[in-house]
Structures are given as C-alpha cells and as structure tokens.
C-alpha cells in the first residue's frame, strides 16, 4: 500500500526510515526500546480506545469530522509506534502480517468459520500451534521452538529480572525480606 506523503510516495519502508530519522534527529533512540515502545503503543491505543468509549456503535459509526480527525490522529500514533517497534526488534511488518493472515486462513477455514464468533484456540492442536510457530519464525527471522516445547497449557510467569520469587523473599526474614522485595518491582 502506497501513499502520497510531501510529494513524495511512501512504502511501509519509507515510513520505517522517515521513523528512524525523526528518532535519530532528536537523539531518541536511547529511549527505543522494546519495552518502552511497545508500552507506548499500548497506552496510544488506550487514547484511541478512549475516542469510542461510551458512544454508541452507531455513533462509532458516524463520527463528527472532529471526531474523525482525533481517531485519525490516534491511529496514526499506534502506527507509528508498532512500526517502530518492528524495526527495533527487526521484524518485517509485512511479512509477518503475510504468515498471520495465512494462519488464520487456515485456522478459520470459510466452510466453517463465516458467521461464527468461535475462537480456533479453543480447538486446535499441539501440532497446528507448532506449525503456526514455524511459519511465525520464518517470518521473523528466528528459529522456530520445537513441537515438544509448544504447549496449550498456561505456564507461570518468569521472576522478576533479579531472579528472585516472592517465594525466596519469603524465606528471608525481617528488614532484609522487605529491602529485596522491592528490587525488580
């Protein structure tokens, strides 16, 4: 998809260096990483979540110019950021998009998907989950993780960058228990 920006036409690409230049010109790149982009994105779209809070969905529908201006505006921040992030983490937007649409394709065939709200998650199995791993991988220049490693099961969270559990701090006693409690929160 190309567009007209300045003059000139712009590519997801153009965008991407327009992005990288508009960091590197305000010596932003120090503050772009993963965590503080993607925490970024989320609260840009939280801004445009909020522009249809509380309307109706025929007023979603319908916005006023003015309201369409500020959803642009948001949209064109959550945008900004997710193409900005991908280019840190070096992830081609378009391919992975490419593989995500391919999956859901396959995933939510039309025979039995069209009209129906179920969630694929609910029926998949371990070896479509590693093979939606494969293709994401391919996509994201990464090797895959193996079918073995692959699981539909939730596993718990990873402890904080410290290392320690709220378990080990546990084990501690008095002032030494709350001082550590706090390191990685």
């Known amino acids: 998809m190309s567009t007209t920006i300045g003059g000139m036409n712009s590519s997801l690409?153009?965008?991407t260096q327009s992005l990288r230049s508009f960091a590197r010109e305000r010596d932003w790149e120090q503050f772009h990483n993963p965590k503080n982009l993607a925490m970024a994105l989320a609260g840009e779209a939280g801004e445009l979540v909020a522009e249809f809070q509380w309307l109706t969905p025929e007023q979603a529908d319908d916005l006023t110019p003015e309201g369409r201006?500020?959803?642009?505006?948001?949209?064109?921040d959550v945008l900004s950021y997710l193409?900005?992030?991908?280019?840190?983490l070096d992830i081609d937007l378009l391919k992975a998009t490419t593989a995500k649409i391919a999956e859901n394709a396959r995933?939510?065939?039309v025979t039995t998907s069209r009209g129906s709200a179920e969630k694929a998650r609910d029926?998949?199995?371990e070896e479509s989950l590693a093979a939606f791993a494969a293709m994401m991988s391919a996509a994201l220049k990464r090797p895959a993780c193996s079918s073995s490693s692959v699981s539909t099961k939730k596993v718990a969270a990873a402890p904080p960058r410290g290392g320690r559990?709220?378990?080990d701090v546990g084990q501690q006693s008095g002032a030494s228990a709350a001082a550590d409690a706090t390191v990685g929160s």
Do not use: G, H, I, K
């Not at 193409?83 to 840190?88: E, F, Q, S, W």
């Open 123 to 125: 029926r998949d199995s």
């Open 107 to 109: 995933r939510y065939p």
């Open 83 to 88: 193409v900005r992030l991908a280019d840190v």
């Open 165 to 167: 559990t709220a378990a």
């Open 69 to 76: 201006t500020r959803v642009a505006a948001e949209m064109a």
């Open 13 to 15: 690409d153009d965008l």
